[in-house]
């Protein structure tokens, strides 16, 4: 049973890979001074970029976890998604508002997806 870890920190790994499976950590904006769009824009960039690393894209999305720190802000992560995902291969997800970690984050997406 191999599991390869990508970016392994002290307190947690951006990325593990098991049979086939990639699963992301949190992800978050680094520019918390953008509002809602910008932030959910940024994390979709992380999004795309790990799982690029990890041999997938965002075509193989198997599950998705949003945190929104407000639900007032969901239409305009909404609308950032919305052009982020593809057609047709819109996963399942949950957005549920949470209080982050830190009152400057928007946005945290967790994602679960195959390798291609």
Known sequence: MEIKRLYVGKRLS???????????????????TQDIQGQTREVLGH???LLAEAGSDKTCVLSCQIYIADLAHFAGMNEEWDNWVPSGHTPPRATVEAKLADPA??????????QR
Do not use: K
Request: hydrophobic share 55%.
């Open 47 to 49: 999004v795309d970029r």
């Open 105 to 114: 984050v928007l946005v945290e997406i967790v994602i679960v997806a195959a």
């Open 14 to 32: 951006e990325v593990a890979i098991h049979n086939s499976t990639v699963y992301l950590a949190g992800q978050i904006a680094e520019d918390t």
